[in-house]
């Protein structure tokens, strides 16, 4: 397994078979984001979502004490005391690291080897399935410093009952990932001994799959959210597996009882 550093390290990006790894590498920082932290990781998923070998996109951070803490406030505070605007959502030449999270149609796992706060949060809530490490604390927290939480203003209140998001954002409280996940935050929560397999697992039951479909279901799931449902079943985007090789592998190889073999067409 090779790994390409992104952003003098800050970011590294492997290979695992048809798996792309992505960690944050900022373990004294806590993993914040600053600026060419983000750029990395934009770069990243769209390398990932460009690659047809990987059919999943597992995002973690470096060390054991957090996922991601967020902004990185001390590079906020120096920009402001050098008279300069700090970069604001949806707006500059880059595109905005969550929204190309969101249009990666691939299966994305955030394994959370600590706590996600503020926009390390708004990452998790970016992913498509969230799987955590026991005694890790979840939240927006941006209320607290100002900011403004741009993403998770917009997700949270369409994944959790309205009033329990605004409490969150609202009092900007953390709370532990073993409450996230009985909101339906959380995925699962696994124990330090066991985290890392139990990741492996989850990673390796999806690979399993036809990448063609697993794409499908991601495109359809964006595109589809907040349209009437017999609008978006008239939807026809990303591959049709209806037509694709993968089909027809699958179908011969329940028929032979085997393994299928994707082609990934």
């Known amino acids: 397994m090779s790994t390409i550093e992104l952003e003098e390290g800050r970011v590294l990006y492997s290979m695992d078979g048809n798996v792309a790894r992505i960690t944050i590498n900022r373990p004294e920082r806590r993993n914040a984001m600053d600026t060419r932290t983000t750029a990395a990781l934009v770069e990243a998923f769209v390398e990932a979502g460009a690659d047809p070998d990987v059919w999943c996109v597992v ?38 690291l969550f929204e ?13 080897n600590g706590h996600a706060i503020a926009g390390g949060c708004e990452l998790a809530l970016s992913s498509d399935i969230r799987l955590a490490k026991a005694g890790s604390q979840f939240g927006l927290t941006e209320a607290r410093r100002g900011m403004g939480a741009n993403l998770g203003s917009i997700l949270l209140p369409r994944l959790i009952p309205r009033g ?3 409490e969150l954002l609202y009092t900007a409280d953390t709370i532990p990932v073993e409450q996230a996940q009985e909101l339906g935050l959380i995925n699962h929560v696994y124990s330090a001994e066991e985290y890392a397999d139990k990741v492996e697992e989850m990673v390796q039951r999806i690979v ?10 991601k495109e359809m799931a964006t595109k589809s ?22 089909r027809v ?10 393994d299928p073999v994707w082609a990934n067409r």
């Not at 001390?74 to 605007?85: F, L, N, S």
């Not at 691939?106 to 959370?112: F, G």
Request: contains cysteine; aromatic residues 8%.
């Open 208 to 217: 399993r799959n036809s990448p063609v479909t697993q794409r499908r279901y």
């Open 249 to 258: 592998e699958g179908v011969r190889a329940f028929i032979e009882k085997r």
């Open 59 to 96: 995002l973690t951070g470096a060390g054991d004490k957090a996922f991601c803490a967020g902004g990185d406030l001390k590079e906020m505070d120096e920009t402001a005391q050098a008279g300069r605007q700090i970069h604001v959502p949806m707006t500059g030449q880059l595109r905005n």
């Open 225 to 246: 959210w907040g349209l009437p449902v017999t609008t978006a079943l008239r939807l026809n985007v990303g591959p049709n597996p209806y037509l694709s090789e993968d």
């Open 164 to 166: 329990l998001a605004f």
């Open 100 to 112: 190309v999270m969101l249009e990666t149609y691939k299966p994305v796992i955030a394994a959370l």
